[in-house]
């Protein structure tokens, strides 16, 4: 219990700092960087507690996107107005299954070399990688636009 | 479009001001490399194209275009001072100094690498040389240099550094810090904006912002592959 509480509130730790870094380069407002942070926070703690619990990277990921943009376009708007749906988009980008596009390229870097060998491997490995990045990235895209939808939100 | 808006914001500062202004008929195409606006009024219409000169992330210059939409849409603003407002804000919103975006990208994309499963050094490695890589980025977009060029170059420089730095330091995740090194590349905005896009309906639009972080992400390959070619980490 205390390794898995461990775990989510590392990988929390490590997405507030990467929301918050990209917060800064997408020109956020300073009181906003907060809330990029939080938001980057609980994406990451909410989607390591449920594949700790046996969930899909695929299947977290849209839950942690949902539930983030539910938050931030739900309660945040009354503070940040229409930022709070940039804020959500900033607290999902540390979710972007950036391990599995680094396997996808090194496979195909391997596939394509001269002299490769195991091709029949690599190949499933490359192909299983990508895949994971095109769903995971098309269930945080969906997460955040449903939510908004169903918000229906206003922009001014 | 130019600071990070999806396609319905831009529908919607359009329909606002354009009927502040009085007119009766209004019709609105947002593309991706340009825009183009019919407006009538008493049986007479006009109708204007204008370039997109770019697209970026810029928070802060989107929410005060916003305002401004907003306060020209109660007030009735004349468009002459709607004009000249909006290129006061695109000359004076604050933005960050570039040092600080360097470090800030460093420190974003070690503790991606972190999450990946990076260890310490390779963290270290990583933010060096993301920090290093969004100076260069800032230092060929002022030049004018084509956005993919920048991504390419970018991807080489980072990844070269990431991966020689973990690589000097003794650090047992090498790859990931050469990969690390260029999240800085991975167009976070534009992709999820694509997939808002289609949702609400601008198909074309989203397609276009789709296709844009494909070729971005080809060009991060390229510059990947260069890098692990001159460590010598290629098979």
Not at chain 1, 44 to 51: D, F, G, H, N, V
Not at chain 1, 77 to 89: D, F, K, N, P, Q
Not at chain 2, 150 to 160: C, D, E, N, P
């Amino acid at each position: 219990m205390t390794a898995l509480l461990a775990h989510v509130l590392h990988q929390a730790a490590l997405g507030a700092l990467a929301a918050a870094g990209f917060g800064v380069l997408f020109n956020a407002a300073p009181r906003a960087l907060v809330f990029c942070a939080v938001g980057g926070a609980l994406a990451l703690a909410l989607r390591t507690a449920l594949q700790d619990n046996g969930w899909s990277l695929e299947a977290a990921s849209f839950v942690a996107a949902v539930a983030v943009t539910l938050l931030a376009a739900g309660v945040l708007r009354r503070w940040l107005g229409s930022g709070a749906t940039a804020v959500a988009v900033a607290g999902c980008i540390p979710m972007v299954p950036g391990a599995f596009f680094a396997r996808a390229l090194l496979g195909l870097f391997a596939l394509t070399a001269p002299n490769a060998t195991g091709l029949d491997q690599t190949l499933a490995v490359t192909i299983v990688a990508m895949l994971r990045v095109v769903f995971t990235l098309g269930g945080i895209g969906a997460g955040i636009a449903i939510s908004l939808t169903v918000l229906r939100r206003r922009e001014f | 479009m130019q600071s990070g808006s999806n396609g319905r914001v831009i529908h919607e500062c359009g329909a606002l001001l354009a009927r502040s202004q009085g007119v009766d008929l209004l019709g609105l195409r947002v593309g991706y490399a340009s825009t183009s606006i019919t407006l009538g009024r008493d049986g007479n219409s006009i109708t204007r194209m204008v370039t997109v000169a770019g697209h970026g992330v810029n928070h802060r210059l989107d929410q005060a275009v916003r305002a401004l939409v907003r306060e020209a849409a109660a007030s009735g603003m004349a468009p002459v001072d709607i004009g000249s407002r909006l290129d006061a804000l695109v000359r004076d919103t604050p933005r960050y100094p570039g040092w600080l975006v360097a470090i800030a990208v460093g420190v974003a994309c070690a503790a991606f690498a972190g999450l990946f499963g990076a260890d310490q050094r390779a963290m270290l490695a990583t933010l060096l040389a993301s920090g290093i890589g969004q100076s260069l980025r800032q230092i060929m977009h002022r030049h004018g240099i084509n956005v993919f060029v920048i991504v390419a170059a970018v991807a080489l420089l980072s990844a070269f550094l990431g991966g020689l730095g973990a690589r000097l330091d003794g650090s047992g995740t090498v790859d990931l810090a050469l990969f690390g090194a260029t999240l800085l590349l991975v167009p976070g905005v534009p992709a999820t904006n694509a997939q808002v896009d289609v949702v609400d309906g601008f198909p074309t639009l989203g397609s276009a912002r789709a296709v844009s972080v494909l070729m971005v992400m080809v060009f991060v390959a390229v510059g990947i592959w260069l890098a692990q070619m001159l460590l010598g980490m290629q098979t």
